[in-house]
């Protein structure tokens, strides 16, 4: 994985832009366009996808461990939430949430103090197998829903006691802003990780791990210990996403949701969580895109993964770093000529 396919610093300007993107996505509920209801549900998504799309960047963007089955925690921690909801009441979100994020932490613990065992084509190949018995679990087995899945029939509740309650997730724009909490605090939390001894010994891994062991580090528990919070913020989205939805089924887990990240991530830009972010609602605008355009979207889809991989190897964030410093040596004024044998005149 080339060490120049990662940004973890972003310019100022670039900060602003995607500053002002956060403002607009908090008063986007407030603009009072048609059809409101629907594209506030649409940006919910997103959001979720983006949060998702963060946990991967850990792995692949961070510590450059490639995986193909980061949809298992995704998917689980739905399931979590469709098993503890009774049918006849809403459970409480203080509870079902932290359950669902540890149900996922713990799955991914176990599976990863073998998978970060292997290296390269082995680890993206274990992974991708561990995923497929989760799914192939749910899949064959009736008592877990089997392959049409489970409904989800009540959205968590947010009382605290009695009959009030801070958000009544049944409203979509209550939905939304907790939503955009999450994102806004999964992003603040990876980013000063990011820069923390931890992370600093994480990209030390991507870059080079060999000398991290020969100086004393021991990258095993580093990497499980990546592993294992990448799975929690996994399952992190996946609970919203069941909860949004109010359905969980098998393809959750399934190979295309975990190469669906890997392309967001790519699409963005990988190393810093702002690219996650620009991917996820990238690669899910161009979705909705290409889908209407033609029944064949999956082939604008690839061809445009393909072109950006060329055109932008760093990911949409990185063109915009690109395009941003030619601007700012565009706008500088030529430096004054130098004149051979002294002064003019």
């Known amino acids: 994985m080339s060490i120049a396919a990662h940004i973890e610093r972003l310019p100022r300007s670039l900060q602003l832009v995607l500053g002002l993107g956060a403002v607009a996505l908090a008063a986007f509920p407030w603009l009072g366009l048609e059809n409101e209801r629907y594209y506030v549900q ?13 946990s991967l960047d850990l792995l692949q963007g961070v510590t450059g461990l490639v995986s193909l089955g980061h949809a298992a925690f995704f998917g689980l921690a739905g399931y979590v939430l469709a098993f503890v909801t009774p049918s006849s009441a809403a459970p409480s979100l203080w509870w079902t949430l932290p ?9 991914a613990l176990v599976i990863g103090f073998f998978v970060v065992r292997t290296k390269g084509i082995y680890f993206i190949m274990v992974t991708m197998a561990f995923a497929q018995m989760l799914y192939y679990l749910f899949f064959d087995n009736k008592a877990l829903g089997g392959s049409d899945g489970i409904y989800v029939l009540f959205k968590p509740s947010t009382g605290l006691g009695g009959d009030w309650q801070p958000l009544d997730l ?20 990876l980013r000063r990780l990011l820069f923390s001894p931890f992370g600093r010994v994480l990209a030390g891994i991507r870059v080079n791990e060999h000398r991290l062991r020969a100086v004393g580090y021991g990258t095993f528990g580093y990497k499980l210990a990546a ?10 989205a996946g609970y ?10 098998p ?4 190979f295309h949701q975990s190469a669906h990240a ?3 991530v790519i699409l963005g830009g990988m190393g810093n969580f702002a690219g996650a972010i620009v991917g996820a609602f990238a690669f899910e605008y161009l979705l909705h895109v290409f889908k209407d355009l033609t ?36 706008a500088q004024p030529p430096a004054a000529e130098s004149v051979p044998g002294g002064q003019h005149g």
């Open 42 to 54: 649409m940006l919910t998504q997103m959001m979720i996808l983006a949060i998702f799309a963060m």
């Open 99 to 107: 359950l669902a994020v540890a149900v996922s932490a713990l799955a």
């Open 170 to 189: 049944e409203n979509p724009v209550a939905f939304y802003y907790l939503t955009l909490a999450c994102l806004v605090g999964v992003y603040a939390f």
């Open 227 to 236: 592993f294992t919070l990448a799975g929690a913020l996994a399952g992190l």
């Open 240 to 249: 919203l996403w069941a909860a949004q939805t109010g359905f969980v089924n």
């Open 251 to 254: 393809e959750l887990m399934g």
């Open 262 to 264: 890997i392309m967001m």
């Open 295 to 330: 029944k064949h979207w999956q082939l604008l889809m690839g061809a445009f993964i393909v072109l950006v991989v060329f055109v932008a190897p760093r990911g949409l964030i990185g063109l915009g770093q690109r395009l941003l410093e030619r601007r700012r040596r565009g």
